[in-house]
């Protein structure tokens, strides 16, 4: 049923002032240390899409998103349906079809199903020679063009679709299903249209609208304003005036500021009159501070694949986190009875650290065996044996050094102007090459383990540290820019999407379910990192924000991932079936890997684990789910060739709960993942 209505126009205690500002992330930092820019050598793709193509030209001056919630919009044909929560919408063929879409689940995925329920066009209106334009976006939207007369409002969280009629023009509201009622109200201002799937929405407009229904297709006479549509929760009369109050505020943008410790804040612009209603996914509801500015109707709900998306009233919200240890070493310290066993392994470990006969020239796995050989610095320190640190120390130079300095034979860092951010040489010409960095995949994952690296050579070498701290803050600021405009050099942001409160993996590539993320622990590991850095250059602004952002992504990891027993956020067959999601997307859940199937379930921990660290213990603190996970994977190890460094982290994690089990089966390990060593394992063990 359809209606139109009428409205009117993280961070570690005692290391860091409480009361510190989170001013934006760019070239100067909050503890007035201005950081010297270091920009890499410029970088020609081959494989990039061409930004001109779908965003407005004065938007091209500044650096663009790569990674967001509409990037779908903005490549190939523009045509691929986008999740805006509650609502897919689509845009094709000079239309937008509105979806509510339904959910679809089994024991392998979970997906939302796109039917075009509304679909919105100018009637008889001239072709247009392109589909749309993103005019403008912000954190928490993006406002689309459809030439020349509608302009979109997609505001993530809105239980209204909004969008303004910029000229007198006749519009066409057409559906795939039955329209069984058709109603208005006295002044022809609102509108009630039931379908035959079940359906009742409401559109609201801001001025009477003569609207005439023929067979599927509803039409209107020449109409220019603003109209509002709203699916009305399983159709259900009495929520109908919750609808009706809030019809008249609506949002146009919406930003996310870091103005307070450990908190985020949602602030909407909005037009019209009364207060705003928007949702909120269960990561808000269970972080929102519920003050006098905001009220939470319970009633008011939408079904969504990331749970039910709740009413909250208010344009401004504050959703608090508590903080986390952000530490260079174990949290409760390491046995130390164990010492000379993690001794002897890091011995052995450093011992085999040759940086002439590197194994790779992938950005990825060569920034993972860079993070590798610091953790073997930071353990020596920790179990005390500093004797192998400057081998370590002259290790990571050796390696971290041919990046930055752009002297490394296989593969460098380039700066892309099209985009405005880092892409390597082997993916500027390969679409695939280093797992798609060139198109702005997998961004913090990579770099974040060059980070890592880079934290402990400035702590333990600070001169070192201050010679490379212009490439080094360069490198961070590509996915952790705070401010925007035309003046600096990266997106704001680039993985983390601030209203899931988590990073996006996938980049500039089409996708029919949106962007998504596998490793959430390579994601912590990103912030992390950074903030670590920020620790060893005295930055604490830089630690602040890293240490909030490792904090969202955990969360969002235990939220969203992590499949307990008696999760109720996923159909019980799905539950059932696993312990932990594969691969996360914008509107589908898969059990399934990049490079693994389903029943290899060690992949898929493992994937969820790495790099261990001493934020690991965060991230799976509860050890409940731990053993869940462990118990549910062990069977998998069966399998005949199942590689040594899987086994590994399936043994680490068992090592949560069950120490002295998990310690066996670690020194009966022959091998390690190439990000991890026995050093590392016993640490892990040895300071449960």
Known sequence: MLIFYSFLLLVIPGCISPTLSLDPLTTTTTNRRKVDFFTFPEGKSTVLPNPSNFFSPNLLSSPLPTNSFFTNLVIENGDQHEYIHPYFIKSSNSSLSLSYPSIFSNTSFTTHVFTPDINISVLNGPKPNRNHTVSSFSDLGVTLDLHPSLRFFLV??????????LQNVSLSFSTVHHIRAFVRNGNKTKYKIDLSNGQTWILYSSTPIELTKKASTVTSDDFCGVLRIALLPNADEELEPVLDRFSSCYPVSGHASFHESNSVRYRWATEGLGDLLMLANPLHLRLLDDDDSVKVVDDFKYKSIDG?????????WVLKTDPVPVTWYSIKGVDKEAYPEIIDA?????????????????????????????????????????????????????????????????????????????????????????????????????????????????????????????????????????????????????????????SWAAGLTEFENGRNQESTSEAVNAYYSAALMGMAYGDPHLVKVGSLLTAMEILSAQTWWHVKEDNTLYDE?????????????????????????????????????????????ILFSDKEYAKQLVEWTLPSLKRKGVGEGWKGFVYALEGVYDKEDALEKIRKLTGHDDGNSLSNMLWWIFSR
């Not at 993530?156 to 009629?165: A, C, K, N, Y």
């Not at 039910?308 to 401004?316: M, P, R, Y």
């Not at 380039?414 to 961004?443: A, C, E, M, P, R």
Request: net charge neutral.
């Open 573 to 617: 067959d799905f539950v059932e079936a696993n312990r932990v999601v594969g691969i996360l997307w914008q509107s589908k859940r898969d059990s399934v890997l990049w490079f693994a199937p389903a029943d290899q379930k060690e992949f898929r921990l493992g994937i969820q684990l790495l790099p261990i660290l001493p934020i690991s213990e």
């Open 156 to 165: 993530r969280g809105s239980p209204f679709l909004t969008f303004q009629v």
């Open 308 to 316: 039910d998306l709740v009413g909250v009233v208010g344009s401004s």
């Open 346 to 502: 890091l011995v052995e470990d450093v011992k085999g650290l040759d940086s002439s006969n590197m194994s790779t020239n992938s950005s990825y796995f060569y920034g993972k065996l860079v993070a590798r050989a610091a953790r073997l610095a930071l353990i020596a320190e920790e179990v005390d044996h500093v004797d192998v640190i400057p081998k370590v120390i002259q290790f990571l130079k050796d390696t971290i050094e041919a990046w930055l300095d752009g002297t490394f034979a296989g593969n460098r860092f380039l700066y892309d102007k099209s985009w405005s951010g880092l892409i390597t040489l082997q993916g500027s010409k390969h679409v695939t090459g280093d797992f798609g960095f060139g198109i702005y995949n997998d961004h913090h994952f990579h770099i974040g383990y060059y980070l890592y690296g880079i934290a402990v050579l400035a702590k333990i070498d600070p001169v070192w540290g201050r010679k490379y701290r212009p490439q080094a803050y360069s490198l961070m600021l590509d996915f952790m820019t705070l401010g925007k405009g035309p003046d600096l050099k990266y997106t704001r942001l680039r993985c983390f999407d601030l209203w899931k409160l988590h």
